[in-house]
């Protein structure tokens, strides 16, 4: 009973290892692969982003030049033809030019303002769920009232006070988003902080702030990740929104919700106003929207993170 | 077969330490008084109760000592661990450590004090980050010591070797270690920042059996190189029996009999602690004895009967057991049983 097996003791690996995990790398592959709408939604991303970043090189013309042989002879449009991708608007600009402007402006609005509401949700949540008591009661009323306002009324209200700007559109939009965020991340927090491993950096003597940074914060990093993604797609929408009632990008600035709101009062001569636009706002809230869920499935933030 | 614990370790302090009255002469490490953890729950539309999660204990242990804590689940054993490490604050009485009493320590006090006292936790699965390798989670108990960065690598490999891993495990995570691996790892974290004491709370109670074994010579191991203490829970009596010099059974939130290992194991005077060493399974069909039944439930720390907590389910209970609460006295045979059936030692009998 003294020394049990002093054979078994010299190995300190006698049990089977356990099989590693594949690499995050290959199990995104492998799921692309299989899921060929995923697939697609990621390169449709790849591919706006890059427009976005190089519109220079991709836009035939100037966006906001008027060209004197943009509008026919009796004041209309141009149809789409060799010259002119996707035609004219009715004040003689491209429409393919405009377009590829336009989702610099959507992709701008929509990745800065969501990465702000990322930063203000976390913070918020990560102090709400790891304090605790009367800290967390205040910041979470807060986000409650918050959260009460439909989003895009919300919006709409703060830019009508701000007045239109870009700037004041991203800052609008993250003010409105980030409750999502600090609502999800408090809750993972809060079963964070009940596991083992940070009871025990606790009892080491490890500070606060870096238990929260050492042992809270990467966990949070899929989910984070996943919301941001679709975040970039509501505010995309909410963008598109306060532009199309002229609250959002000021002109000439091209944004897609004022070219679809010009192109609406001359859907029957000039159709193309309308359709550019529109298509090409739904193709990117859906790539945006469809890149997430994959996302979502492969880092399947709540199972691997919560239940471990 | 079982050790007298002064004999186990040469040079682990005079056989005076651990013979009864000679205790007194030394100060231990760890001096718990009158212990109290009360939880207060409140619910919507209902009264506020109170739970007695520990209720009055007192116990102590010395350097290079082993106190093995035993009892049904439920019965206060690992909040008692988590009140000497401060995870829960104690309502009442007093914990000393090393002559300091933690009661009221508060930040830096409290920063400074958790180095003493380490934890090693049950579930291995659990209690190390799945996203920091060996050197980092090592590391931290490193740097909180003040170790710089630069040594942490030489002293991490040091500390694996203590708890006999290979060095060459320093970049693995979690997930590529086996359950055994990973609770070698969690003590020699815990190890990393020096402490008097570490407590492991079911320590191996998640392990194989073959494992198991090879974790207890582990801890036995280093505690006969840096005379550390435990405090050791378990459920398990026969693990207990292997690693403790002293043990204390609880039930219901107090102790029901604290002694030596050879006491309380070879001559228990409690009907509780009976019961549950006649409940270990043993092979071959030699039990330990007449057996005696445990049955029932243990009692809602919400609603513990009167007098006894036990009564309901002891063979024994006679009408004072319910109406008088027994204390913690000094039996024949030496140690101390809280039970009105036991014969109490003859005064001037040696203590535990």
Known sequence: MATVNPALDELGTTEPLAVAEPRLLHRALVSLWHDPVALISLLVVVALALVAILAPYFSPYNPNHIFLNGLSADGAPIHPDGTFLLGTDPNGRDVLSRLIYGDRVSLLVGVVATGLASVIGVIVGAIAGYVGGIVESILMRLTDVVLSFPILLFCIALITVTGPSTRNVVLVIAFGYWTYLARIVRSLVLSLKEREFVTAARTLGVGHVKILRRHILPHLVPTIIVYSTLGIATSILIEASLSYLGIGVPVPEASWGQMISQGQQYFQIAPWLLIAPGIALIITVLAFNLAGDWLTDLLDPVTTEIGR | ?352
Do not use: W
């Not at chain 2, 109760?49 to 290079?64: L, M, P, R």
């Not at chain 2, 309901?312 to 109406?323: F, K």
């Not at chain 2, 609460?325 to 045979?333: E, I, N, S, V, Y």
């Open chain 2, 1 to 352: 077969m079982n050790k007298e614990p002064a004999v186990t370790a040469p040079g682990k302090g005079t056989a005076a330490t651990y013979a009864g009255a000679g205790r007194d002469h030394f100060a231990p490490i760890v001096d718990v008084r009158d212990l109290e953890v009360h939880f207060r729950s409140r619910r919507a539309l209902r009264a506020v109760q109170t739970v007695k999660a520990v209720d009055g204990v007192s116990f102590t242990i010395a350097a290079g000592e082993t106190l093995g804590l035993a009892g049904e689940s439920g019965s206060g054993k690992s909040t008692i661990a988590r009140t000497l490490v401060r995870i829960n604050r104690p309502t009442a009485g007093s914990v000393t450590v090393a002559g300091e009493d933690t009661t009221r320590m508060r930040r830096d006090d409290l920063r400074r004090y958790r180095r003493r006292m380490q934890m090693v936790y049950q579930d291995p699965y659990d209690s190390l980050d799945p996203r920091m390798t060996v050197l980092e989670a090592i590391g931290e108990g490193l740097s909180v010591r003040g170790v710089t960065r630069a040594s942490h690598r030489r002293d991490t490999e040091r500390l694996l070797d203590r708890v006999k891993l290979p060095a060459s495990l320093v970049s693995r995570y979690p997930h590529q270690l086996s359950g055994g691996q990973r609770q070698r790892v969690s003590i020699a974290r815990a190890l990393a920042v020096s402490p008097e004491v570490i407590i492991c709370d079911e320590a191996v109670a998640a392990l194989d059996v073959s494992i198991r074994a090879q974790v207890l010579n582990v801890l036995k191991d280093i505690q006969d190189d840096l005379k550390v203490s435990y405090l050791f829970i378990s459920h398990d009596l026969s693990t207990l029996r292997f690693i403790a010099d002293r043990v204390a059974i609880m039930y219901a939130g107090r102790l029901v009999e604290y002694g030596t290992s050879s006491q309380v194991f070879g001559d228990s005077r409690h009907p509780y602690t009976k019961a549950l060493i006649a409940a270990v399974p043993t092979i071959g069909g030699r039990g330990g004895g007449p057996r005696i039944g445990l049955s029932g439930e243990p009692p809602d720390p919400a609603r513990l009967p009167s007098g006894c907590a036990f009564h309901p389910r002891c063979p024994l209970a006679q009408d004072i057991c319910r109406a008088d609460r027994p204390a913690l006295r000094q039996k024949q045979g030496g140690q101390m049983a809280a039970c009105h059936m036991a014969p109490d030692a003859p005064a001037g009998e040696a203590s535990v």
